[in-house]
């Protein structure tokens, strides 16, 4: 059972533009989501989080969004640069019981922002 | 201050090889995974431990074997290699048992392992 789903494994934009970049989780048990991003022969490096009781975190050009009803958050990007081109994993925190805040991850996302 | 350190970097296997991936970190992290990366699967956590000493299984543990003799090293042996663990392994550690609130993991670059 897929408990994070990234239904996008590629998207395409124009530098300046706008990328979003989405995800739909099934684990209600969730109570924190992160997005990694990943450069190839690199590993995933951290980008930003958002609490379940929260619907929007900003940082800088990244804001994510939570839409918890829908149990769907996404990753919005404003300007895309073309060094934003990697893969894009979204992850959910487990924090009940003995999950030991283990992170499960999504299938990943390849933006390329064209110049 | 190297973060996370895997070793090693690349590795071809026969079939029926063992081999030992080593992961070793330097802040002192109490917390230490190993997940694998593949194609349309994304990360899948193999196996974890939340201390010195202490392992537990993950989602894909079939196949594993792990130790944690030493809080800064977290060791992913496979005892007999098969075609189906060709696969891009990544260690990562933790500060605190729950990431989220932190700046979740810190992984390492990764050790990217073909079985013929």
């Known amino acids: 059972d897929q408990q994070v789903k990234q239904n996008s494994p590629s998207l395409s934009v124009q530098e300046g533009r706008i990328s979003i970049l989405n995800c739909d989780y099934t684990?209600?048990?969730?109570?924190?989501f992160l997005w990694y991003k990943k450069y190839p022969a690199e590993g995933p490096t951290f980008l930003i989080s958002i609490s379940s009781i929260k619907d929007k975190n900003e940082d800088g050009r990244f804001t994510v969004f939570l839409n918890k009803s829908a149990k769907h958050l996404s990753l919005h990007i404003v300007p895309s640069q073309p060094g934003d081109s990697a893969v894009y994993f979204c992850?959910?925190?487990?924090?009940?019981?003995?999950?030991?805040?283990?992170?499960?991850f999504g299938q990943g996302t390849i933006l390329t922002v064209h110049p | 201050n190297a973060g996370v350190t895997q070793t090693p970097k690349f590795r071809v296997l026969k079939t029926g090889q063992s081999m030992t991936l080593l992961c070793a970190q330097d802040?002192?992290?109490?917390?230490m995974y190993w997940y694998r990366q593949d194609p349309g699967m994304g990360l899948r956590l193999i196996h974890y431990s939340v201390g010195e000493g202490t392992t537990a299984k993950g989602e894909v543990p079939d196949g594993y074997n792990v130790s944690r003799l030493k809080k800064q090293n977290f060791l992913l042996g496979l005892e007999s290699a098969a075609p189906s663990q060709t696969s891009v392994y990544f260690c990562a550690s933790s500060q605190t048992i729950l990431p989220g609130q932190d700046h979740g993991y810190t992984f390492g670059s990764g050790t990217r392992l073909t079985v013929v």
């Open positions: 684990n209600s048990m969730f109570d924190y």
């Open positions: 802040m002192n992290h109490e917390y």
């Open positions: 992850a959910g925190q487990d924090a009940g019981g003995t999950s030991y805040g283990k992170l499960t």
